[in-house]
């Protein structure tokens, strides 16, 4: 019984004399699994932030927190895995690859307690889930972090997307065109009009084209976002042109009982060109080549 307590009171520092070889069979570990991403990062950094994450846990890791794992010695470790797994997240590691680094960690600390303690099978397996139960907790808050890392790299994602997919093109002078690209959804038709409005702020314009071409379907959704970006550009003294209105396009507007009559549409971009045009009294021509003779 005494022996059992001296070994248990010992658990915490015999782990922290063995830190090189935790080490050492950790990358060993990372090294060896077939999907190992050396191409996002290199086995020099891979070792100095397991180092870095062994040494703290290390530190910080006494025979007492052992058994606690919400206990607040380990906010530093929580914070380092933290860093790691927002880090692999916006570099493109996979949920598993990220699982893999902190599970590995587990399996280099099993072999460790089973060489220590092989002549205890009672200590081993108390020892074994206790520290199972703690690198558990810290695989949860991996996922956690990661999850949340991934979520924001998708938004910022879908945002470079948007404001891809939605260009302003000054065309000429007085007209802006915007192609629409994809479904318009509500929160794309704010970012349209938003984008659309700031231009016809910064040049001054007085003919806007959208262009739903690339607009798959209209339902009677988008084409009240159509009409509110309609009634927007031209609340900023802008005449609003709506091209791309292909014949089943057409057919669904006038099924469904839309109506746009107090919206000027046309087939094609290059027809709501000519018509913008013709509203700013310019005439665009093609050039007569004059021959001449030679003697």
Known sequence: MHKFLFMKLETAKMLQKKK???IDLWMKNQLADSALREDLMSNDDLRAQSEELVDALLK???DDNLSNVDSADFEDI????GGVSITRARQGFSPRETGLY?????DALLTILQ???KNDPVQLYDISMKVSKLIDSFGIVTFETYIKGREEVILRQTDEITEISTPVIRV???????PIIGTLDSARTQVVMENLLQEIVNTGSSI???DISGVPAVDSLVAQHLIKTVSATRLMGAECIISGIRPEIAQTVVHLGIDLSNVVTKATLASALKYAYSILQLEVRKKQTTLVKSN
């Open 60 to 62: 910080k890791l006494t």
């Open 208 to 210: 806007a084209i959208l």
């Open 172 to 178: 000429w002078d007085g007209i802006l065109a915007l």
């Open 102 to 106: 902190i599970y590995s960690l587990k």
């Open 78 to 81: 929580y914070e380092i895995l």
């Open 20 to 22: 090189k070889q935790i």
């Open 115 to 117: 060489q220590e303690f």
